[in-house]
């Protein structure tokens, strides 16, 4: 047990060394970000003029929330893993893994976290220098509960980014190109997952169903749980629907990985 462990150990240092190498295209990529971040504030303070409330949520709440998102989105998003992974099946570099006693899943899986590991601390010095400029406009509630209830939801949220993008690397069995699905997933990810707007101000029948998708819990989920969009109740529910999900998608992981090694052994790769 701790042999098998200690090999995903060395996937996550060689992760944490290749990341490091990039810390600075990481390190822009957050400060470019802000001006992102300029634009939400500028256009949402629009949006507010005159209003007390936009569904529900002052201006500050909503700020709050597209901040909480930008350091989501470095913490715990699939940046380009599903490319990854299809250039090492594309290049034959998948076969190296087959004559090993080792997990490809949680092979990339130690990867992925590494890299996040290091974006993640790395947005905090954008943020850190922006912070005096954008603290008045901060709201966070003060529960203690969401603290509690954010850590597992966070987590989940990681592994349904984590596996949607490793599937969609599985492609490559059977699409040598999947940069158009890849493309179209981020799309309906920015959209349903809370990037564009707060998923609150759908219709009530549009955001019960979105209740019900992958994408809510991508990176509305633990943003609404921290800046208080969603109550105790519905948390509960939410992180239970979650880790159905986790669940759903390793078994399409694991599946995609059976068909598609048949594949790649029938024609000889």
Sequence with gaps: MLRAAGKYRQAFLLGLQGSLVYRWNFAVRGFFSLFHLAAVFILWGAAFAGREQVGGFDLRQTLTYFTTILFLQFLISAFNEDYQISEEIRQGLINQFLLKPINYFLYRLSIFAAARLVSGALILLPLAAAYPFIHDAMAFPSEPWRLVAALPALVLSALVQFTIAYCFGLLTFWFLEIQGLVVLSMAVEAVLGGQIF?????????????????????????????????????????????AGWV??????????????LRRHTAVGG
């Excluded at 169903?209 to 943003?223: C, D, E, G, I, S």
């Design 198 to 242: 707060p998923l609150d101000l759908l219709p009530p029948a549009l955001h019960e169903v979105a209740r019900f998708l992958p994408f809510y819990y991508q990176m509305y989920f633990p943003a609404a749980i921290l800046t208080g969009r969603i109550g105790p109740a519905e948390a509960s529910e939410g992180l239970a629907l979650q």
């Design 247 to 260: 669940v759903l998608l390793l078994l399409i992981a694991h599946a995609l990985w059976v068909r598609g």
